[in-house]
């Protein structure tokens, strides 16, 4: 199996196993979901040219891996897929999808096994592996080369504000990497758009081709579910506050098209703000608390923990 790294994590077929013995109530499709996003996974030369015509990661908002980018030799930030699903295998395992998370170290291998991908552990077949398609509207790219994927990712996922106005240790949330997934991506030089706001118009565009595809597909205009999210806002960007700025990218998305609807993520808001989120076309709000116990908020969300608290 081609360009796997020495292994340093301890993980072991043995040590899986004794999981699943030990968390007997649990499905053992989650336990290895969680080992999976713990740990991270690898891909094979053959595994990757398996993975080529799926729909690529898009680095949408963080990383989700465990090493820089600068560290992939081969440009697996380019060819590997946004997420994968296990099945069958040794454990008849049902049907989950993993969010990719590449670590060259980890003991998790996808290769390709008589032209199927297959997880490996200890050398093992532990299960099948299958990727997602890439939707139609994948191909197509902006006069200036701007691919449409890279505005909204998976016909869905909108990132109007690539970074962060929390900047540094005791501003960032701990497990955020936002900004540091932002200046990767731009200093790798293999993705189209790296300014870090979405332009509007080009939004309004994907979307309009998203619906087009969609209605065709199935012959009526269906409802879309689109998710608007990015960064704090702390003062302003490009002279709006964080409210004007969100609720212009909501209301562009909510009434450009027909059926539609519009999720926003931000912080926490009080009740006039949101009052006004409704207002501008936001169908449905998720407050990113992180975490609910208010010691660790306050260690683990600095800077939230002084604005919103």
């Known amino acids: 199996m081609e360009a796997i790294s020495d292994v340093i994590s301890s993980r072991t077929l043995h040590e899986l196993e004794n999981y699943f013995s030990s968390y007997g109530d649990l499905p ?8 999976l996003l713990r740990v991270g996974h690898w891909f094979t030369d053959a595994a990757l040219e398996l993975a080529s015509q799926s729909l690529v990661k898009s ?12 560290d992939m030799k081969r440009k697996e930030h380019r060819k590997i897929p946004e997420w994968f ?26 290769d390709a096994v008589d032209g199927q991908a297959k997880l490996l552990l200890d050398g093992k077949e532990i ?4 990727f997602p398609k890439p939707l139609k509207y994948y191909t197509r790219k902006f006069d200036d080369g701007t691919a449409y994927h890279e505005i909204i990712a998976f016909g869905y996922f909108v990132t109007a504000f690539r970074n962060c106005q929390y900047w540094g240790p005791d501003e960032e949330c701990r497990f955020c990497d936002i900004n540091i997934n932002a200046r990767q991506m731009k200093e790798s030089k293999d993705f189209t758009f790296n300014a ?3 332009p509007v118009d080009y939004m309004v565009e994907v979307a ?23 960064g704090t806002i702390l003062k302003t960007l490009h002279g709006k506050d964080e409210l004007a700025f969100y609720s212009e990218y909501a209301s562009a998305l909510k009434w450009g098209g027909r059926r539609r609807f519009v999720n926003l993520q931000t912080n926490g808001q009080d009740k ?3 009052k006004r989120y409704r207002a501008a076309g936001v169908d449905c709000h998720h407050s990113n608390m992180e975490v609910w116990d208010k010691r660790l908020f306050e260690w683990i969300n600095p800077g939230k923990n002084r604005r919103v608290g």
Do not use: N, W
């Not at 053992?28 to 080992?35: M, T």
């Not at 299960?127 to 299958?130: D, G, K």
């Not at 087009?212 to 998710?227: M, N, S």
């Open 28 to 35: 053992r499709e989650i336990i290895l979901k969680h080992d």
């Open 59 to 70: 680095y949408r908002l963080f990383s989700y891996d465990l090493m820089p980018m600068k």
């Open 85 to 110: 699903t296990i099945r069958r295998g040794m454990y008849g395992l049902r049907p989950v999808s993993i969010q990719t998370t590449l670590d060259s170290s980890s003991p998790y291998v996808i």
């Open 127 to 130: 299960c099948e592996v299958y």
């Open 196 to 198: 870090p706001v979405k």
């Open 208 to 230: 309009r081709s998203i619906e087009e595809d969609a209605t065709e597909e199935v012959g009526f205009a269906p409802p879309i579910d689109f998710l608007i999210t990015g």
């Open 272 to 274: 006039e703000t949101m």
